[in-house]
């Protein structure tokens, strides 16, 4: 139940909203539960299917920062030096906006959450939950990439900058700067920004700015079916053109008309994640739609007439539990899109055998040297119910090729053959290390006339050494993977127990005394390390599974491997 004062802060915004040319037309915006704050609900029925128009001027961007009057001028010169990215800009602008006694955003700021569920927010003792797990390294890290930054650039130069405002009521804490970059990773959006609002003044046909090349800030980066640009998640759109440089800030140009731009659309960020979207989100640029140029609007994907007040939610992409929990604070049991990633530590090929050949064999093949495995392989693996064999081909037309016999479980088998690959060659002995230079001098001349192709090493690589090898190293990797993960918080079924007896606790952060029993064989916890659990049991269960698939395969590699030595 909302507050009187919470009530009034949403009352501010939503007059804040619509002053600034926004408008609800078959939405409202309203609390829910204590766990999701407010969300975005139906209110009518808007025939159009368009239920919140905002327009793009009221977006927070990178643009925008550089634009601002208190901050653009120290930007401006912060990205002539290369020192900062259109991400740190963000969280700078977040950060100074918080502190300012008058800021002109202050309506939406103070609807913003002020506490998170993901990692860099949790307790010592809640973190502790996840020992063992690739998120507690990926914390740490974080955490200590963010306490360099602040102390580094961020906290002399917020007090400088509300000093020469006048708005200086308390000094900038590491806090304000871990809330400002949990605000943009929680709620920012890939905006596909028309070419003609980013570049008003130049004609479409002369829209030609120098690249700049800028690292972003430490992050947890993962590979997905979309397409990764800048570490930016842009959904099912090909890259057309390269990155430009907008008054300094970095941006995606995709698409011949479009820019992407990362930033803060208010309103819009209100809307809640839902594996079945209730709406979309659309970017208007000439007004067509909604009769607002340059807006952004949500669209339903509910035929009307639809229920009044059922939440409005969008789907923030196929995300595992590991990318849910770090970057936006909570996870989905039983998550269908979860995946487990399996690594090998690059820093141990200096210890193994003939580290100096292999090492120049990875770099020829482009090694992958980790993989992402998504719970949906399993569909396909050796035990699953359905009969979902997807055909490989691994036939070649090399002069050497066909020496060996494709094995027979071939489309059965669920790991990436690019990360097999890179197993074989850390995993082959002298005799196959010898065999795959031979084959690989037949292609490109004793002499070594042209270097061979990362194809041609991997093809090499397969005749000369077969699946065991890679399999019996992956088994390895699965089986440390899994004891890692038991180490700390014990098997599989300690944690299914856990939650079957989970109480959550939704006080707010500094009440909660410590987990318990309720009295009744429940167990009380909070969120976060009921968040934690899930998390970690996910990676227990696909841990066992792939290991399972892995084992099998392997058996089936040496079982073939002896009958063919065999005849």
């Known amino acids: 139940m909302a507050t009187l004062e919470e009530e009034a802060r949403l009352e501010r915004f939503l007059q804040w909203l619509q002053l600034n040319g926004a408008q609800l037309r078959g939405c409202k915006i309203k609390h829910s539960d204590s766990n999701k704050g407010c969300g975005v609900y139906t209110s009518i029925d808007a025939s159009d299917g368009v239920l919140l128009v905002v327009p793009l001027e009221l977006a927070i961007t990178p643009m925008r920062v550089l634009q601002d009057p208190l901050l653009g001028s120290e930007c401006r010169a912060m990205f002539a030096e290369g020192e900062v990215d259109d991400r740190f800009l963000m969280n700078?602008?977040?950060?100074?906006?918080?502190?300012?006694?008058?800021?002109?955003?202050?309506?939406?700021?103070?609807?913003?959450?002020?506490?998170?569920?993901?990692?860099?927010?949790?307790?010592?003792?809640?973190?502790?939950?996840?020992?063992?797990?690739?998120?507690?390294?990926?914390?740490?890290?974080?955490?200590?990439?963010?306490?360099?930054?602040?102390?580094?650039?961020?906290?002399?130069?917020?007090?400088?900058?509300?000093?020469?405002?006048?708005?200086?009521?308390?000094?900038?804490?590491?806090?304000?700067?871990?809330?400002?970059?949990?605000?943009?990773?929680?709620?920012?959006?890939?905006?596909?920004?028309p070419q003609s609002f980013v570049f008003p003044q130049i004609n479409e046909e002369q829209n030609s700015c120098l690249s700049v090349d800028k690292s972003s800030e430490t992050s947890f980066e993962y590979s997905s079916t979309n397409e990764m640009i800048n570490g930016k998640n842009v959904k099912e759109c090909d890259v057309t053109r390269d990155n430009v440089d907008v008054d300094g800030a970095e941006v995606t140009s995709v698409q011949k008309d479009?820019?992407?731009?990362?930033?803060?659309?208010?309103?819009?960020?209100?809307?809640?994640?839902?594996?079945?979207?209730?709406?979309?989100?659309?970017?208007?640029?000439?007004?067509?739609?909604?009769?607002?140029?340059?807006?952004?609007?949500?669209?339903?994907?509910?035929?009307?007439?639809?229920?009044?007040?059922?939440?409005?939610?969008?789907?923030?992409?196929?995300?595992?539990?590991?990318?849910?929990?770090?970057?936006?604070?909570?996870?989905?049991?039983?998550?269908?899109d979860d995946y487990l990633m399996v690594h090998y530590p690059v820093e141990a090929?200096?210890?193994?055998?003939?580290?100096?050949?292999?090492?120049?064999?990875?770099?020829?093949?482009?090694?992958?040297?980790?993989?992402?495995l998504h719970r949906s392989l399993l569909d396909r693996g050796f035990f699953s119910e359905g009969n979902n064999n997807t055909e490989v081909d691994q036939t070649c037309n090399y002069s050497w090729s066909g020496q060996r016999k494709i094995p027979s479980y071939v489309n059965k088998l669920v790991f990436p053959e690019g990360f097999l690959t890179t197993l074989r060659t850390i995993a082959m002995r002298e005799d196959e290390l010898f065999k795959v230079s031979s084959l690989l001098e037949e292609l490109v001349g004793s002499e070594g006339e042209r270097q061979p192709s990362d194809v041609e090493v991997r093809a090499a690589a397969w005749e000369a050494c077969g699946d065991s090898g890679a399999l019996q190293l992956l088994v390895d990797l699965l089986h440390v993977k899994m004891t890692d993960l038991e180490e700390y918080s014990g098997t599989e079924d300690r944690d299914t127990e856990l939650l079957g007896k989970a109480c959550i606790n939704e006080c707010p952060k500094g009440e909660l005394t410590g987990d318990g029993n309720d009295g009744s064989g429940g167990i009380m916890m909070s969120r976060n390390k009921w968040s934690s659990i899930v998390y970690r049991r996910g990676q227990k269960q696909l841990t066992r599974l792939f290991l399972k698939e892995a084992e099998h395969a392997l058996q089936l590699s040496l079982s073939e491997q002896d009958a063919e030595n065999s005849s």
């Open 349 to 372: 090929i200096e210890s193994i055998p003939f580290s100096d050949s292999k090492s120049q064999l990875l770099e020829a093949q482009k090694a992958d040297m980790r993989c992402l």
């Open 258 to 336: 479009t820019v992407w731009v990362e930033g803060l659309v208010p309103g819009i960020d209100f809307c809640n994640h839902d594996l079945k979207a209730a709406a979309t989100w659309e970017v208007d640029g000439t007004g067509s739609v909604t009769g607002v140029p340059f807006s952004m609007y949500l669209l339903s994907a509910i035929p009307c007439p639809f229920q009044i007040e059922k939440e409005i939610s969008i789907s923030y992409g196929n995300k595992g539990n590991e990318e849910l929990l770090f970057l936006y604070g909570f996870v989905i049991d039983n998550n269908p």
């Open 92 to 193: 700078l602008f977040l950060t100074v906006e918080r502190l300012r006694k008058n800021s002109s955003w202050k309506p939406y700021l103070d609807m913003l959450p002020t506490t998170f569920g993901n990692p860099l927010w949790f307790t010592d003792d809640e973190l502790l939950e996840l020992r063992g797990t690739a998120l507690y390294r990926a914390t740490e890290l974080q955490k200590k990439s963010l306490l360099n930054l602040y102390h580094g650039k961020v906290k002399d130069l917020v007090n400088k900058l509300l000093i020469l405002d006048g708005n200086l009521e308390r000094e900038v804490s590491f806090e304000d700067f871990l809330w400002a970059n949990s605000i943009f990773w929680t709620r920012a959006l890939n905006i596909p920004l």
